[in-house]
């Protein structure tokens, strides 16, 4: 079927946001379609720089933060905090769907920003707003980080060998999440309002996507008492399923039906150890797991990465090898699902990663992370068709 | 302002899900107000129950998966393969928005139930479809698991000390961030439906959810070619911030700024290592951060967690407890939050996690998880409206 345009054309997003949770968020929406309007402080200050110099990601000096997620956006250049800026933030509100920021609660309510007010410019517009523990609550001040969230929830507890400290995640999920379920709010919200035709508040924080992605731990916990061990690098539930080193690497296992495990074990040249009795039934499998993955480790360790990857498919066993990055992108099946994807910023090419939200009529698009405030004159004369005299105003008060 | 239905009430879906990523999605929508008829096999197969037994998190027999991601939904036991079944089926298409499944690609053909065919008979349908591997490329065909496809993209190479083996994440973070991002999908297809007046086709898969966490270490890699190491507990990009062990137990700090390092090391009760020509600068202390580590490790070893929270947040340092499921939950501002709900489940009253989208006018809720087949009469008769004969026909030829 013929593509149509992007599945949120038409959707206006005005982007205050700054941090991972935030920007990763919008990005979904913005591959998507939306048309998002970034807004950016007048003047690049130590701390914005500084926001660019911290995640130690940089090539030739930009921030990949910049190139993975300020992409499909036009950057604006505004004081909010001057009342000629203010009036313009207004004017884009009332030519906006969305208003998506992460300042700590009550900091948007002192700009004059926050959705009673601009509710009453756009009754129809749909206020995001994203921080560390949420507007309410005791701790609702406290500045939030992605591995807080992580630590305080208890997920950072459930990483790790349970003999060895709890360690990170190796990406911030809690930031990522945070901004992936903020998302499902503002689509929520833009969905029901073409039946209300009134917008709302959407929230979403590092701590409650935190405590969310404790998934069936946190379940069993609150049902049971039960405190989960670490993971580390072998399941609780199963015998031979984990992450074995190989000869030149690591491979994970997954097998779960009884099958699997006899197919497993033949391919492993030991069937005869399901006739010993610590592992000839299901339940005694599970009883005996640390011996069992013992000995399974033993012949992991006898063969290449690629060898046993080879034998246990052919053999109908679930596994995949444990790649490094290098690995990971030559593979030739990730090659084929287009997940690396082209962009630009400041006139020169990137490599990114797309969006896995999939639309058969109306895929993701990749367009340029603009340069700080490169849109500027752009929106405010077509967006909100200020005339050249407004803009020099504008310009000559220090507003944009 | 009054609360209104849910915000996606009149929204009905289908779920043909059984596995966590799309158990995961759908619950999402569901708990934001959404339809949801859940369709089971008409009889419990070991490998059905086998689904129940797999977590190892169960209470009284109930498997938590049941609990945290079965609710809100109606049960309806149905035979599929049955030609019966499928002309029932076909009606539900008629009288639904949304068909989510997590077959392997090519089995929703072979049933019939493919979108080509879906949309001649609803053409405003949107087919969610949730895989391993994806639709396409050469191993589509693989089943998929969290931990393989967390494998295979790099993202377990990740996770764990620099110097250690590679460690499982503490939690499914690819088969949850999967539902995540298909839920995106259906609700951006929704959305764009709405002018179009046509559905359309979504996907999600493991893996190129697990290529979109690697996020930042997968951009940089992706440009410079340069292989990120296993973050572990300390940060890669700066000195005193990660996982330190105290007294009692663990804390995470996240100091950023040069200002905020100040106040820890002040508040450490040694400012003096700021003069180290070592620790200096920023730049120096970024390079001896594993030095700068150390002496932190020693002195946060000398007090409680208790002691170095509350004396750090005082200092206004970002940090935080290392919390286990029974703290965490038991802190003030996380009961606050209400992530805590009850649900219920075959007359049982369960707890289980909530859903941290939050939406100011239409909140969340938390209705029963259904018992196999529960709803089956009434969804045949109020949604279709058969009649007392048809039911009967259907149940004798066995397919409901």
């Known amino acids: 079927m013929a593509q149509s345009a992007g599945a949120l054309h038409g959707v206006r997003i005005i982007d205050l946001t700054r941090t991972t949770a935030g920007l990763f968020g919008v990005t979904i929406l913005a591959d998507l379609g939306a048309d998002v309007i970034k807004i950016e402080p007048r003047e690049i200050t130590p701390r914005t720089l500084g926001r660019f110099a911290t995640t130690g990601r940089t090539k030739g000096g930009v921030d990949m933060r910049v190139i993975q997620t300020y992409r499909n956006r036009r950057s604006l250049t505004l004081e ?23 300042y700590r609660p009550g ?6 920003m926050d959705y009673d007010t601009l509710s009453n410019i756009n009754h129809r517009i749909v206020c995001c707003s994203i921080s560390g523990f949420g507007s309410t609550g005791p701790d609702a001040h406290r500045p939030g980080y992605d591995p807080i969230a992580e630590a305080l929830s208890g997920l950072i507890m459930l990483t790790g060998e349970p003999e060895q400290p709890p360690l990170y995640p190796g990406t911030p999920f809690a930031d990522m999440g945070t901004g992936m379920f903020a998302a499902h709010g503002v689509l929520a ?12 508040q959407v929230e979403a924080c590092l701590l409650d996507t935190s405590l969310a992605f404790l998934y069936l731990d946190g379940t069993h916990y609150l049902n049971s008492g039960t405190l989960p061990q670490r993971t580390g690098s072998k399941s609780r539930s199963g015998p031979l399923v984990g992450i074995f080193h190989t000869q030149d690497g690591y491979i994970v296992s997954c097998v779960q039906s009884q099958e699997q495990v006899l197919h497993l074990c033949r391919a492993l040249g030991h069937e005869d150890w399901l006739q010993d009795p610590r592992f000839n039934s299901a339940a005694n499998r599970v009883h005996h797991r640390e011996e069992l993955n013992q000995l399974g480790q033993e012949v992991f360790g006898t063969q290449s990465t690629a060898y046993w990857e080879e034998a246990l498919i052919r053999a109908d066993v679930p596994v995949g090898r444990v790649n490094t990055l290098d690995h990971a992108f030559a593979d030739p099946h990730i090659q084929s699902r287009g997940m690396v994807v082209s962009t630009s910023h400041a006139g020169q090419e990137y490599k990114a990663l797309g969006c896995p939200v999939r639309l058969s009529d ?19 004369t077509d967006v909100l068709g200020y005339g050249p005299e407004r803009l020099q105003a504008l310009r000559q008060e220090k507003v944009v």
Chains 1, 2 share one sequence.
Not at 362 to 380: C, F, I, M, N, R
């Open 80 to 102: 909010l905090k001057h009342p000629l800026g203010r009036e313009v933030f207004y004017d884009l509100v009332r030519h906006s769907d969305v208003v998506w920021d992460n």
């Open 107 to 112: 900091v948007m309510k002192a700009l004059g």
């Open 189 to 200: 919200a833009l969905y029901q309002r073409q039946s209300t035709g009134r917008g709302q």
């Open 362 to 380: 109306s895929p993701a698009t990749y367009g340029p992370a603009p340069s700080w405030g490169e849109h500027t004159e752009e929106v405010l």
